[in-house]
């Protein structure tokens, strides 16, 4: 079967449309998916995990009539098991783990008609905001091979932007979904916390910080998906505030003019490439032209609090997830099974208080309450999504003195010493200076988009920040639909594209 030569012509949506009209087979999408994967993934990584047959197996059913019927999808190796598919979450320790059920958020994918083909690349436990896991090797930019994709989501992200599919899965713990979509050129959407499911095997992920959604080329794909994905399931510990109407309705509806608040001030710790600042720049003047007020204002945060509180409440979480899979798995980690920087920062875990963490904890609740009452003052909150522009490979990985005393104060689980080892917060410091302006809004559970409306002089993409107020998705895919027909992006094809 030769495929669909045309398939990167259309997003998620349009796929579906010719599928529903008979004009192409869902089994001819599946293939040209594959042929795309294979051809190109070998330069990429992004794809860890192939389930061909089980796709043409699904194409050639009885595929749910949903918005999305016959579309090849992707799913990040994390947070969500997909039944059947091994679940390494870029770890090693995980290797041979072979869930027997999908989550729930897995089911409203294929509900929606999504055939998943397989599963995307992300760092071990999706900690750093690059995807450069040692057991499968880093995932490469398609704008540029020698730079990395951004994470945790960045297997998604390049799949996306080299079109092997329209849409593909991923998750948000601190941009996750964000900072691969501004290092990859393609739409990127946070939901607000308890939009989307997160069981049955989690109540919230990360005290409430990650949540689920997916990574796109148009806008209408991540409007239409999240109306398909969207809802409480069983046991939720809270619930979003529901829509007045579909999200697809309001990509098309004119937002009105905006109140529109932007700052290029990192909020924690880090300072702005002047190719951000550009970036920022060009976009205050497009939302300008489009009638929007835009007064240059940002939430007043305690940024190294911030960035402490949230390192402590990530190392009690890692503790824990270590734990949970030395269960999972029926044996003690040890160093060997991790890599450097996730054992030592699970043996920060040992050494956190229960007082510490929930001391933690109140601050990033402390910071929700804040920026809520700035939110009170304005309808959307500009900045860039990233620091910088796409890193070099291996940018953020330790290196020289930190790097072996990282490995030598793991190997002797030295929880005590590590605690006081600088090479811990000289690492947070680099991941922080990365991604200043995203993780913010993890903790306040706010909606946030990373939209591709600037290149550098080299060529390489540099998305825009904006936040909603919480609950509010509508005015930020009306905001996106106006952005995208404005300045369009989804003709533009990175160098290394099918």
């Not at 020289?400 to 030598?408: E, I, K, P």
Request: glycine share 12%; aromatic share 8%.
């Amino acid at each position: 079967m030769d495929g669909f030569t045309d398939y990167g012509a259309y997003d998620g949506l349009g796929l579906a449309e010719l599928v529903k009209n008979g004009e192409v087979t869902a089994r001819e999408l599946v293939e040209e998916a594959i042929r795309r994967i294979e051809d190109l993934n070998p330069r990429l990584n992004a794809v860890i995990h192939k389930a061909y047959d089980l796709a043409r197996d699904v194409a050639e059913g009885d595929i749910p009539r949903g918005p999305f019927q016959g579309v090849p999808f992707l799913v990040k190796d994390l947070m969500s098991p997909v039944a059947g598919m091994p679940m390494c979450r870029g770890s090693r320790f995980h290797q041979g783990f072979v869930p027997d059920h999908d989550s729930e958020l897995i089911k409203r994918f294929r509900t929606a008609g999504l055939i998943i083909l397989g599963k995307t690349n992300t760092p071990e436990y999706g900690l750093v905001p690059v995807t450069e896991p040692e057991l499968f090797g880093p995932s490469n930019n398609p704008w540029d091979l020698a730079r990395n994709t951004g994470g945790s989501s960045g297997g998604s992200a390049a799949a996306v932007a080299a079109h092997l599919v329209p849409l593909a899965h991923g998750g948000d713990g601190g941009g996750s979904l964000r900072i691969p979509a501004s290092c990859c050129g393609v739409f990127g959407f946070k939901p607000t916390r308890g939009r989307n499911p997160t069981g049955p095997d989690l109540g919230e992920a990360w005290q409430g910080l990650a949540c689920e959604h997916a990574i796109t080329r148009s806008v209408r794909d991540s409007a239409a998906l999240l109306d398909a994905t969207a809802g409480p399931d069983t046991g939720a510990p809270y619930v979003a505030p529901s829509p007045a109407r579909p999200y697809l309705e309001e990509v098309s509806s004119d937002p009105g003019p905006l109140r529109i608040a932007f700052t290029s001030d990192p909020l924690v710790p880090g300072q702005a490439h002047e190719d951000c600042v550009k970036g920022l720049e060009s976009t205050v003047e497009l939302c300008r032209d489009l009638g929007h007020e835009l007064v240059e204002a940002a939430p007043q945060i305690d940024g190294h609090a911030f960035a402490r509180a949230f390192l402590t409440m990530v190392c009690g979480e890692i503790r824990a997830e270590i734990e949970a899979a030395e269960s999972l798995m029926g044996r003690r980690a040890t160093s060997h099974d991790y890599e450097a920087p996730t054992w030592a920062i699970g043996l920060l875990g040992t050494r956190i208080s229960a007082a510490e963490f929930s001391t933690a904890t109140s601050l990033l609740h402390l910071t929700a309450r804040q920026t809520g009452q700035f939110f009170e003052r304005y309808d959307v909150l500009l900045t860039p999504t990233v620091a910088e522009p796409p890193l070099v490979t291996g940018a953020l990985q330790p290196r020289g003195l930190q790097a072996f005393g990282m490995r030598v104060l793991g190997s002797l689980n030295a929880g005590g010493l590590i605690s006081a080892f600088s090479g811990i917060d000289a690492l947070a410091e680099d991941v922080f200076r990365f991604m200043p302006y995203t993780p913010v809004f993890n903790a306040t559970g706010q909606p946030a988009m990373s939209v591709p409306l600037y290149w550098n002089d080299a060529g390489l993409p540099i998305g825009m920040h904006f936040v909603g107020r919480f609950g509010d998705e509508s005015t930020l895919f009306r905001l996106a639909g106006q952005l995208e027909q404005a300045a369009p992006w989804f003709d533009r094809v990175p160098p290394v594209s099918a």
